[in-house]
Each structure stands twice: as structure tokens, then as C-alpha cells.
T-cell receptor, first 115, second 111 residues
Framework: AQSVTQLDSQVPVFEEAPVELRCNYS??????LFWYVQYPNQGLQLLLK??????LVKGINGFEAEFNKSQTSFHLRKPSVHISDTAEYFC?????????????FGQGTTLQVKP | EPEVTQTPSHQVTQMGQEVILRCVPI?????FYWYRQILGQKVEFLVS????????KSEIFDDQFSVERPDGSNFTLKIRSTKLEDSAMYFC?????????FGPGTRLLVL
């Protein structure tokens, strides 16, 4: 079985500062990894994904994440955040043998960008 | 850009009543899902659906729940007799075999 832990429930940061949202996973099999963003009163939007290949993946809105197999981590980073990045961020995994399997989500991290 | 749509956006119902949540997946997708998010908690998988049958379901998805693709475009989640603890945001998703795309959700409140 897979599980996901997002180590920070809330991350306050000032505008234009860098940010890292942490995600660790546990799995006995290979996994695919995803970050989704949920803006207030909206659904889940895909930020980026790791399926295979380069461990550094780039997504929308200037976000990137690095897959670290030895540390079982998939931390999300952005070098300079904007007020509009204020949202809930979810890390998710699915079994690496099937892209169509269920997603297992972390608890979510609330990013609060302050002016 | 194609997107998953869900109706209604909000639903209030009395305990014990049946509700049907509707979803229109992206048109060329073949894999469909329902998830739910109880307020303040993580998003939880309920059920996946492929080729007109359930491919996987969670422990949450008991006999009170059912899914259907009645007309080749809609994908519905039915809760036969709602309980207070069914109050949550329900998300539909469809997949192109690489990524799951989520709808905006239906907020269900059971009184």
C-alpha cells in the first residue's frame, strides 16, 4: 500500500520569497507522483507530475519538483512566490505499474503568501 | 481546453434521502473516478470505473453508494440513504491514461 505525508500543514511566506513544500511517500512498489493545487472554492488542478525520466520536473506557474527515490521524497519548489499562489497544495501518488489507478493524497499544505 | 464538469455545485439534503451527483468527464477519456474531501481532511478515493464497470473501490464505497454511466457522457454517483457523515466535497475525475483531471466538485451537506 502507498501513503503520502506532507510534513507542513501551513507554510506562511512573503511575496517574492522562495518556498519549498515537502512531500514524502511510502510504497513497496514504484510510484508515479503528482502535485495538485486547489485555489479557494475551486477543484484540483494539476501542477506537475513525475512518471519517469528526469527527476526534476517543471510544472505550471513556475513550480518545479524533484523526485528523490533514496529519500522517497517529491518536494515542490518555487523560487519566487506571488500573492496568487495562495492555495492548498496536495501531493499524490499512484502505483507505478498503472497510470490509471487510484490516487493517494497527502493531507495538504496551505501556502499563505503575504505582501 | 476540455474540462470535467460537475452538477450541482452545492446540494443540501435531509438525512436518509437519496442524492445523485452528476459529472461530465472529458469526452475522449475512458477512466473515471470519484473522490471526496470531508472538510479539513485529505482527499479520499471512493471508486474507479472503466469499460462500464467498477475497477476498484475503497472501504468507504459501501452498499449505499453506486456509480453509473447512463448515456455515454454522464457519470453519476448515487448515495441511496444519506448520513450526516456523507457531508463532504465530492470530486469527479477522468483520465487520459496518464493524468487524472478533476472537476470543480459538488459540496454536499446532509442535515
Amino acid at each position: 500500500a502507498q501513503s503520502v505525508t506532507q510534513l507542513d500543514s501551513q507554510v506562511p511566506v512573503f511575496e517574492e520569497a522562495p518556498v519549498e513544500l515537502r512531500c514524502n511517500y511510502s510504497s513497496s512498489v514504484s510510484v508515479y507522483l503528482f502535485w495538485y493545487v486547489q485555489y479557494p472554492n475551486q477543484g484540483l488542478q494539476l501542477l506537475l507530475k513525475y512518471l519517469s525520466g528526469s527527476t526534476l520536473v517543471k510544472g505550471i506557474n513556475g513550480f518545479e519538483a524533484e523526485f528523490n527515490k533514496s529519500q522517497t521524497s517529491f518536494h515542490l519548489r518555487k523560487p519566487s512566490v506571488h500573492i496568487s499562489d495562495t492555495a492548498e497544495y496536495f501531493c499524490a501518488v499512484t502505483r507505478g505499474s498503472s497510470n490509471t489507478g487510484k490516487l493517494i493524497f497527502g493531507q495538504g499544505t496551505t501556502l499563505q503568501v503575504k505582501p | 481546453e476540455p474540462e470535467v464538469t460537475q452538477t450541482p455545485s452545492h446540494q443540501v439534503t435531509q438525512m436518509g434521502q437519496e442524492v445523485i451527483l452528476r459529472c461530465v468527464p472529458i469526452s475522449n477519456h475512458l477512466y473515471f473516478y470519484w473522490y471526496r474531501q470531508i472538510l479539513g481532511q485529505k482527499v479520499e478515493f471512493l471508486v474507479s470505473f472503466y469499460n462500464n464497470e467498477i475497477s476498484e473501490k475503497s472501504e468507504i464505497f459501501d452498499d449505499q453508494f453506486s456509480v453509473e454511466r447512463p448515456d455515454g457522457s454522464n457519470f453519476t454517483l448515487k448515495i441511496r440513504s444519506t448520513k450526516l457523515e456523507d457531508s463532504a466535497m465530492y470530486f469527479c475525475a477522468s483520465s487520459d491514461e496518464e493524468t487524472q483531471y478533476f472537476g470543480p466538485g459538488t459540496r454536499l451537506l446532509v442535515l
